[in-house]
Nanobody
Framework: QVQLVESGGGLVQAGDSLRLSCAAS???????????MGWFRQLPGKERDFLAS???????YYQDSLNGRFTISRDAAKKLVFLQMTSLTPEDTAIYYC????????????????WGQGTQVTVSS
């Protein structure tokens, strides 16, 4: 059974930075062959949107609209994936989800096999 657990969300002010973490457990996440992991977010009343993915240690892919504000990284030995977010604005307020093991296009929600429960990020103005 694969489990993903996000942490690090909370209430911050506009302009702040925040780092989210995702802890993975289960046989599919062997540190010998780390799988692809990703981050999505869901704004209130909106669909879940792709943010970033990472394959291996440093093969990363980002949604263009982030303009370099977010950085995905991982600690494969500890089975952790991070999302470092900077210059946050109220428009970044959303539930942020960790996802794992996609089959197909990373930007598609349906491509991902495993999901965390999400962590709320609220950015005040």
């Amino acid at each position: 059974q694969v489990q993903l657990v996000e942490s690090g969300g909370g209430l911050v002010q506009a302009g702040d930075s925040l780092r989210l973490s995702c802890a993975a457990s289960g046989d599919a996440f062997s540190p010998v062959s780390p799988p692809v992991m990703g981050w999505f977010r869901q704004l209130p009343g909106k669909e879940r949107d792709f943010l970033a993915s990472i394959a291996g240690i440093d093969h990363t892919y980002y949604q263009d609209s982030l303009n370099g504000r977010f950085t995905i990284s991982r600690d494969a030995a500890k089975k952790l994936v991070f999302l470092q977010m900077t210059s946050l604005t109220p428009e970044d307020t959303a539930i942020y989800y960790c996802a794992g093991a996609p089959i197909g296009e990373h930007i598609r929600v349906a491509s991902w096999a495993y999901w965390g429960q999400g962590t709320q990020v609220t950015v005040s103005s």
